[in-house]
């Protein structure tokens, strides 16, 4: 089995959807290193949940920090190989550090982004996490997002369902998506059904 199409899960915290996602042959499980998050996860919970898991890779989910501060955390976090960041300059000082690279911005920062500097970040290699707050996408929202998949590898992170997302990856040539994951309901129990539902749809019998 596999995905039709490059999947990423935000903010893992515990084990049932590490499993799950994982078990589903999505490509990436973000953890959140910001320890001003909610959803921080500590070096020591990382080994944990990571340590049952086979054939995915680990994102570092940062917001805040500076890049020498990134560098230092990640020491922690040996088994981690992409760092998702969220301010541009920062970002580009990563190209090179041996880490594959995700730029995330919000939509309306897409809509100010200049064609060259999207063209510069492409070229080299990083990829665009394209999210909205409100989690619902225009007509305009979608010329945007589009606009940008022609020339940039965009994983939309927003507006996505399992009524939609095959049309999405179509209509905007998008490289991939990105779905969040949540809290379990108690100590391995935990209620599936969005994610599960966008997942099965874009299941491949190999």
């Known amino acids: 089995m596999a995905l039709r199409t490059f999947v990423k899960i935000n903010g893992i915290t515990n084990l049932s959807d590490a499993r799950y996602c994982s078990g589903m042959y999505v490509n990436l499980l973000g953890f959140s290193l910001d320890k001003s998050s909610e959803k921080y996860v500590t070096p020591e919970l990382f080994k944990e949940i990571t340590g049952w898991l086979s054939g995915v890779d680990f994102v570092g ?16 976090y040996p088994a981690i ?19 594959s690279l995700i730029y995330k911005m919000s939509l309306e920062d897409v809509k100010h982004i200049e064609p060259e500097v999207a063209q510069e970040l492409s070229n ?24 940008l998949a022609k020339d940039c590898k965009v994983i939309l992170g927003t507006g996505v369902s ?21 809290e379990e309901i108690k100590p391995g ?16 019998e190999e």
């Not at 992409?82 to 301010?87: N, T, V």
């Not at 399992?162 to 949540?182: K, Q």
Request: aromatic share 8%; proline share 1%.
């Open 81 to 99: 190989s992409w760092i998702e960041y969220d301010r541009i300059e920062e970002l580009k000082r990563l190209v090179g550090k041996g880490y």
């Open 61 to 76: 989910e940062f917001s805040h920090e500076s890049q020498p501060e990134i560098l230092e955390i990640l020491t922690d």
């Open 124 to 147: 080299s290699g990083i990829i665009f996490h394209v999210y909205a707050k409100d989690n619902l996408l225009s007509e305009d929202d979608l010329e945007v997002v589009k606009k």
């Open 189 to 204: 129990l935990r209620d599936f059904d969005l994610m599960a539902d966008v997942l099965e749809k874009l299941e491949v």
């Open 162 to 182: 399992a009524e939609n997302v095959l049309h999405l990856i179509d209509s905007c040539r998008l490289y991939g998506i990105s779905l969040s994951g949540g």
